[in-house]
């Protein structure tokens, strides 16, 4: 699914997902990954059951300039476990989930809007 053609310099808009990865500012990248508004990680994450606070650490790394993450959970909406939850608000960060093409849309949307926004995407 293609959601925008063109990326803004130095932004990492998720221009489209297709099966196995996505494409972000212009860069195809194979699997999962951790967005911020700068640059794109490769995540060790499959599914949902392996979302970790350890595999978020380059998220919560940059924790006070990240208000909101935005969880692609795969094909299907999914919900992470109370504690991660917790744990992310600790570091001040609250928690969407949903299915990952909504995800796609919503970090897009939100990134336009000068939010303080990663997100983690999990490859369908």
Known sequence: MEFTRSAPEGRQIIQSHREGGF???GVR???SVLV???RTFPWAVRELADVTLESLAP???TAESVDI???GCG????QPGADLRA???AHGIVTEAM???AACRTFNVLLAEHRRVAAALIAR
Not at 75 to 78: E, N
């Open 59 to 61: 998220i919560t790394a």
């Open 99 to 101: 299915d990952t093409r």
């Open 75 to 78: 094909a299907a909406f999914g």
């Open 36 to 38: 911020l508004p700068d």
């Open 29 to 31: 990248h194979e699997g």
């Open 87 to 89: 744990a992310l608000r």
């Open 69 to 71: 993450l935005v969880l």
């Open 23 to 25: 494409t972000i500012a």
